[in-house]
């Protein structure tokens, strides 16, 4: 992106004034990308919190307190909130898609600015793929039992210590969850529970960790085109 918006050619086509229409579609774009982003990275922000008070309450308490039932209800509240803003958010990256920026550059359009505009359009698509992605794993299935026994749920999905379903992250912490909070479990069992919910939350806030990591430098990314696009226009 940063190269082809450093090619002369490309600064000339998007001077165009005749093609006004498509050099806004092409400003606007990371634009909506950006107001994404900045939801996406304070709903993770939001989780991170979550999860490390969630740790802090383990090393400090047993499974039978009050505390550590209210963290559990806690994180699976924060779990649908965050599901509910993700698929809103899946719905607008899919109208992104079909806007006329996500069309086929008209056969009348100057054909340097046709070039430049089919290029764009697959950066955009990539890069909305990409948070389709993300909020897909955010917005993951909460593994949560609805039945007294927990161990029948947990047992579905596990056997001998192991998945036997492909979960993610964010679903393992559920798992970890539900085993943590069986009826009646001995000592040793509790707190090998208590252990592997710990090590389960760990494991998520390195992957928030990481997509954070990622977001922050297509922030700059996305920030850096769009000022580019101004500086060609207004030029």
Known sequence: MEDL???PLTQQALSLDQNQKWVDELIDCPVRFLDILGETRDAMMLMKGNVRDFQSALRRRKVGDLVIQN?????????????????????LLKNTEGSSFGASPPLDLNHR???VVRVLREASLITSSIF???VSFLSSPILRSKVNNKWRFVS????KGRLVENVNE???????LCRMLMDNPTKDF???????AHEELEAVLLVIEGLENGLDCLFKHL?????????????
């Open 5 to 7: 918006l450093k090619l």
């Open 170 to 176: 964010l679903e393992k912490v559920d798992l970890a």
């Open 113 to 115: 600015l046709s070039a």
């Open 223 to 235: 920030i850096n085109t769009r000022v580019s696009f101004l500086n060609l226009v207004s030029n």
């Open 132 to 134: 389709q992605s993300l």
């Open 190 to 196: 509790e707190v090998e529970n208590i252990q592997f």
């Open 71 to 91: 963290h559990v209800s806690s994180y699976w509240s924060m779990r649908r909130k965050t599901r509910k803003q993700c698929t809103k958010y899946l719905v």
């Open 156 to 159: 579905r999905v596990m056997r």
